[in-house]
């Protein structure tokens, strides 16, 4: 079954991860989708990043329709710089807010957040890349990651979890995590510099955990190979202790489904964003 779930009515289109919040009361986590928002094309309509040359006004109007719309101030948004790398930030009060309403002051250099902090919304953007969401409800923490394919070899997922470990004393067993609507084998090709980069990974990976290298990526006769971003996350989530059982996994291909969500491959690269959050509500 599919753990992302469309919230239902009018307005942003958002898809929550709907188990996780029936279980825990106060969290909101789950990921924006390309609908009801105010942007036009190329962006249209729900775009939720400052950086791709949308009219700021719009983009802000935006993030506050999703936070609104997923039961949030829009002042609790924070966010950080992405830069395709894997490093962690935890995020403490002094820094809600960062990112909300301008890209300067976004956490920079940094692709992954954390908190155990509540009244804080994490987000980080994507339009074809795997959102990565964590919680850990026995520490109360949260964290959230954007992991492309160079996040993904650098893995980032690992880098998260061990960050959590140090900072809040999170045991990966407890940790749930989830891993978002993404682009998928079916729609990724890449070539050579990839490949030699994903290859030895999902190899080292196959090995670990048990999984065929096959699942992760297919190299195919013209040299080429088709990489399943999504699986090789959630291997790597299994290998640093998280249990197969606690992942919730996503079908959505965000290039099959550009009617949902926006697909950086698909649309030549002239598109929107969309927003993955998570946080806890101040009681």
Known sequence: MEPFVRMEGAGPSLFLLRGWMEETPGLAAGITGREGGVSGPPWASLNCGLHVGDDPEAVLLNRALAARAAGWEPDAWTCAEQVHGCRVHRVVRADRGRGASDAASAIPGTDALMTDEPGILLASYYADCVPLIFHDPVKGAVALAHAGWRGTVLEIAARTIEAM?????????????????????????????????????AETLAADTGAPVETMIRVTDDGKARLNLKEMNRQIMIRSGIMPGRIAFSSYCTGCRADLFFSHRREGGRTGRMASFIGMRER
């Open 165 to 201: 470990e140090r900072e809040f004393g999170s045991r990966p067993e407890d940790v749930r995590a989830a891993v978002g609507p993404a682009i998928g084998p079916c729609c990724y090709e890449v070539d050579g510099p990839v490949i030699e980069r994903a290859l030895p990974l």
